[in-house]
């Protein structure tokens, strides 16, 4: 570090509006993917679009656009090598480049990025332009764009649509309720060594450029202060550096598809084998019922006001169930026995296990904003028992997430939570709505789901088809406004760094 750090306060004009606002109200939402034809076209037409910012207004405007790269696409515009090798290396190799990384991600069989419609290869985009508006808005704000330089800009790749399904995913669930609360106001004390479960988290969490949850600063691009890096914002942590990181985030996106017919043609048939009804048996397989309500007591005031402390053994909401999974809760719970020894090893993940241990590490270094949105037709669970008709379209959900470190959160959270058959001391099973039905070697199923109940007893299910695959995905960085000024500018080809 150059100096000592200098906490600033948040500009919010320079922050994309997507990262502290999901855009509720602008229900109808695209996602262009574009490859860069001509750089200097392509610069044109984006300094002509108004990117939302996330400064609060009194009203509220009718439509948004926030705009991100990927590694390839920087390179494209000819921003030089040395600024962009100063992102990470998960972002600069991309999600699909690396067989290994699509092996940690579970990126195998029917999600192999062999199969997928984009993401790969000339179909990698380079820019995503999200666009949302209100109801009826949305054509006309994509017709806007396209002025003469447009195409002379940009190849389009796809134009990802989405459905509004009104507060409702695919599977038929109440989405969006869990968020955590991000530190806007860096008013939290950050130290990475203190055991605590909160649902609020630094804001060097999403953003770059601020302290994570270690009290630590990612790493991120930083150049020499100069006059062609002068309208770059100060490095909080080092002096005479300007930072191209500073309120801007990663974006990870997977376009992933949803098999409705085979979800409630499973949960049908299984519950009656069981005696329970398919919705008791589909809140089990999520950790929420359709309308929200967790499996295990919330503060009455909201669904989203608990932990699983008071369910040690599993038997009110499955220990894999895809809630569970996702946000343990439990990981920072500071009365683990043993004393500081064990809770350190607990917190780092190396306490092999109880049952009722989060095998994990602390949940607080791994919870992601999620932004995404539905697409395809809606399909109720009672007509989901019907075959489906020839052409039934592709329904499913454009999953994106905003995180500062895609390795230790989107990455930690899909590879050791989400399809690790050994989460919290299982076998044989992943996430029972996304994970892979086998092991990515092939050496062994993880297709069964176990329901515990009190008095010890298991009821196992086995043959869980696979739900859910991927048909396309990329990480992007989503810069600050003057970030991606600097990056639009020829200075990003030519300043010292
Ligand atoms: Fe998940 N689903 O419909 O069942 N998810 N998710 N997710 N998810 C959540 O809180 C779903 C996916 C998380 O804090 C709910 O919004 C489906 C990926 C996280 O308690 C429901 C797909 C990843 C949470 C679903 C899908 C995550 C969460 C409960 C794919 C990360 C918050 C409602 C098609 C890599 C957990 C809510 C918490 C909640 C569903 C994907 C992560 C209903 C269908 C890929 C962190």
Sequence with gaps: MGGTAVARAVDFADVQGLVRYGHGRLTDACYLLLRIKEPRAARQVIAAIQVATAVEVATPPSTAMQIAFTAAGLRAFGVRDEIVAGFSDEFISGMAADASRSRRLGDAGPSDPSNWTWGTGDREPHVLLALFALPGALESLRESLKDADWSE??????????????????????????????????????????????????????LLGYPNEYGRYTERPLLDDNASTRDLEPAEDYEGKRDVGRNGTYLVMRDLRQDVRSFWQFLYHESERLGMS?????????????????????????????????????????????????????????????????????????????????????TRFHRIIRRGREYGPALSPEDAQNPAPAGDPPRGLRFVCLNANIERQFEFLQNAWLINDKFNGLANESDPLLGNRELPSGNGQTDAFVIRRNGGTRTRMSSLPQFVSVTGGAYFFLPGLRALRFLMSAAAGAASG
């Excluded at 459905?163 to 004390?189: K, M, N, Y």
């Excluded at 009110?316 to 020894?341: E, K, Y």
């Design 278 to 362: 398919a919705d008791e048996l589909g809140a089990m397989l999520v950790g929420r019922r359709r309308n929200g309500d967790p499996l295990v007591p919330s503060a009455e005031t909201s669904q989203n006001a608990f932990t699983y402390s008071g369910d040690p053994t599993g038997t009110q909401c499955p220990f894999a169930a895809h809630i569970r999974r996702t946000n343990p809760r439990n990981g920072d719970f500071p009365s683990v026995p043993g004393g500081v020894l064990a809770t350190a090893a607990q917190m780092l993940g190396f306490r092999r296990a109880q049952f009722h241990d989060d095998l994990t590490s602390s």
């Design 153 to 206: 800009a940009f190849e389009e790749i796809a134009c990802l649509d989405t459905t509004d399904l009104h507060g409702f995913e695919q599977f038929g669930f109440t989405d969006g309720v869990s968020q955590p609360a991000v530190d806007w106001g860096r008013i939290r004390e950050l130290h990475g060594d203190k055991p605590q479960y909160g649902n609020t988290i630094g804001l060097g969490e999403v």
